[in-house]
């Protein structure tokens, strides 16, 4: 069974950062794609960032130097580095693994960013 929790959330002014983790476990972690989403409030749930197990990695235009994706593959770990943060990142963040057919989700992590 996969698991997956999120941390690191809270509360920032613009322009600051936060730094997201997602542990992961029942998952053969080293061949798993690693994604970050969010969904903010009256919005649509949205990739943000993934990482393959080569460690390549995608991000959406908005996030585009502003983020950083990356993966501990010995803690089973992810992490989402988020720089300058803006008023539009305001989101519940999901750490996401598609694995063996299935989408599993985090319980996500809250991120407010306050002007």
């Known amino acids: 069974q996969v698991r997956l929790v999120e941390s690191g959330g809270g509360l920032v002014q613009a322009g600051g950062s936060l730094r997201l983790s997602c542990a992961a476990s029942g998952v053969n972690f080293k061949i798993a794609t690693m994604g970050w989403f969010r969904q903010g409030p009256g919005k649509q749930r949205e990739g943000v960032a993934t990482i393959t197990s080569g460690g390549s990695t995608n991000y959406t235009d908005s996030v585009k130097g ?11 770990k992810v992490y989402l580095q988020m720089n300058s943060l803006e008023l539009e990142d305001t989101a519940v963040y999901y750490c996401n693994t598609y694995y063996y057919g299935k989408n599993n989700w985090g319980q996500g992590t809250q991120v407010t960013v306050s002007s």
């Open 66 to 76: 502003r983020f950083t994706i990356s993966r501990d593959n010995a803690w089973n």
